[in-house]
């Protein structure tokens, strides 16, 4: 991409992402967490970011004579380029990035306007290696980026912090506790 809006793409995304307004079961698999993302779209939009448009969930592209399914699908109005997002319910593993391409270059040829810039590609991992990434993405010249996903905060705070932040059972007592401290005096 030209500097500028390489400059542009690099501001429209971050590492990592937060989802603290999912519940997930403790498998974590892709599905479940794409299905609480666009249950909770608008939530999701705003960790984004400005500038995103949610197009699809599952957006088939016929790509000869198979189908294949990008996650999720957005366009950014700012960049004015597709934005797909694949997620991975476990580790960054570089093949992954083959299969982001794939979806890439289709939406280029299937869904965008002449006028669009290149699709972003945006692999969102539940873990990953810094090192690993970096090797993998050196070779790609398209768009593409590498973050991992949390879905509290409490993970991303350094040890020293989480480990003296009160737990959610805590929490709930000490709230459990206040009202009916509220209520003995109303």
Do not use: N
Not at 3 to 23: E, H, M, N, R
Not at 113 to 131: A, E, N
């Amino acid at each position: 991409m030209p500097p500028s809006g390489s400059d542009l793409a690099q501001q429209a995304t971050k590492d990592p992402y937060i989802f603290d307004f999912v519940a997930m079961t403790g498998r974590r698999d892709e599905r479940e967490l794409e299905t609480q993302l666009v249950d909770h779209v608008r939530k999701f939009l705003l960790e984004l970011g400005q500038g995103f448009a949610f197009v699809g969930q599952q957006v088939r592209l016929a790509i000869g004579d198979d189908e294949f399914y990008a996650d999720l699908l957005f366009y950014h109005l700012k960049l004015r380029a597709y934005i797909v997002i694949e997620l991975k319910g476990g580790k960054f593993d570089p093949g992954h990035l083959g299969q982001l391409g794939m979806y890439m270059a289709a939406v280029d040829d299937l869904l965008a306007h002449p006028d669009d810039k290149p699709t972003i590609g945006l692999l969102l991992c539940k873990s990953k290696d810094s090192v690993i990434a970096e090797y993998a993405l050196r070779g790609y010249s398209t768009p593409i980026g590498v973050a991992e996903w949390r879905t509290e905060i409490v993970e991303s705070l350094p040890e020293e912090f989480a480990s003296s932040l009160p737990s959610i059972e805590e929490l709930e007592a000490e709230l459990i506790e206040r009202q009916a401290g509220e209520s003995d005096h109303g």
